[in-house]
């Protein structure tokens, strides 16, 4: 079974440019999160879907954060414009579970951000 | 509100020690699960284990156990006979029954010395 994909694996870019990622979940998997880990911290939740509709984005800083998940199942995220204090891992994870059911979540590898 | 503590930092041992990470939580369900993923220097998180708080029995998988302890609100992690490939960041969280809004706490970078 292919696990959680992500890309690009690294990016940098200057503060007020804007960046996407994509991810690609585990196939099957409804619900869907994007997290941020800042270096040093735990993941933090940023957006979370099931199917192709949001369920929780209560932590994600809509003023220059967005995401989507349009069929139900690949997601992108866009930043934009960046700031310094986004440098950090934003991380993918689908989980087989619907989402209120605290199933275990499979992560992908990450894309580091760097803004410089 | 749900608060995960993980107040080790780094811990570092010798190849074939037996090592504990501390994980202790805060929260006012009744009903929540327990979690531990383990981050290696590829950086994707692996799931370890899941427990839900009406399962207090202690588990063992290989050398791995877990000791989870609702008087103290504690969920310790075990790895006995450590082996280089253990070193990687360990990460405890907490979610509610209700929802997968997964609180995890800092981290422990365990180092596994040959």
């Known amino acids: 079974e292919a696990g959680v994909a992500q890309s690009p694996r690294y990016k940098i870019i200057e503060k007020r440019q804007s960046v996407a990622f994509w991810c690609n979940p585990i196939s099957g998997h409804a619900t869907l999160y994007w997290y941020q880990q800042i270096l040093g911290q735990g993941p933090k939740l940023l957006i979370q879907?099931?199917?192709?509709?949001?369920?929780?984005d209560s932590q994600l800083p809509k003023d220059r954060f967005s995401a989507e998940r349009l069929k139900g199942v690949d997601s992108t995220l866009k930043i934009q414009p960046a700031k310094l204090e986004d440098s950090a891992v934003y991380l993918c994870?689908?989980?087989?579970?619907?989402?209120?059911?605290?199933?275990?979540?499979?992560f992908g590898p990450g894309t580091r951000l760097t803004v410089t | 509100a749900q608060k995960v503590t993980q107040a080790q930092t780094e811990i570092s041992v010798v190849e074939k020690e037996d090592v504990t990470l501390d994980c202790v939580y805060e929260?006012?369900?009744?009903?929540?699960?327990l979690f531990w993923y383990k981050q290696p220097p590829s950086g994707e998180l692996v799931f370890l284990i899941r427990r839900n708080s009406f399962d207090e029995q202690n588990e063992i998988s290989g050398r791995y156990s877990w000791n989870f302890q609702k008087s103290t609100s504690s969920f310790n992690f075990t790895i006995t006979a450590s082996q280089v490939v253990d070193s990687a960041v360990y990460f405890c969280?907490?979610?509610?029954?209700?929802?997968?809004?997964?609180?995890f706490g800092a981290g422990t970078r365990l180092t596994v010395k040959p």
């Open positions: 994870a689908s989980s087989a579970g619907l989402a209120g059911t605290p199933y275990e979540q499979y």
């Open positions: 879907f099931q199917n192709n509709g949001v369920v929780d």
């Open positions: 929260t006012r369900d009744t009903t929540y699960y």
């Open positions: 969280a907490l979610s509610a029954y209700n929802n997968n809004d997964m609180r």
